[in-house]
């Protein structure tokens, strides 16, 4: 499985975005997908995920309220819609797919996402 992830950029703070990730090969519709982030100098943050049938989806608190998952199957696609963006969701935003045995399968390269104060 192939992740393509795109839809980053440059921000105000208060703003929105919207990320996209495409996924090539394997069985999409099947898989659990998430979205991760990282700022420099910090770890890897989870900030959501959701089923494969979409009807469930989960959310640290940091993003609670403000960032959306949702997916489109008949497009291979998942998304991530951003409002209220503040400096602190700077960071390159990543798409994975596959959960499995704890962790996540796939992986594809990030999407900046820099937000201004």
């Known amino acids: 499985v192939q992740l393509q992830a795109s839809g980053g950029g440059l921000v105000q703070a208060g703003g929105s975005l919207r990320l996209s990730c495409v996924a090539s090969?394997?069985?999409?519709?099947?898989?659990?997908m998430g979205w991760f982030r990282q700022a420099p100098g910090k770890e890897r943050e989870f900030v959501a995920g959701t089923r494969w049938s979409g009807g469930t989806s989960v959310y640290p608190d940091s993003v609670k309220g403000r960032f959306t998952i949702s997916r489109e199957n008949a497009k291979n696609t998942v998304y991530l819609q951003m409002n209220s963006l503040k400096p602190e969701d700077t960071a390159v935003y990543y798409c994975?797919?596959?959960?499995?045995?704890?962790?996540?399968?796939?992986w594809g390269p990030g999407t900046q996402v820099t937000v201004s104060s």
């Open positions: 090969g394997g069985t999409f519709s099947s898989y659990t």
């Open positions: 994975a797919a596959g959960w499995r045995n704890g962790a996540y399968a796939f």
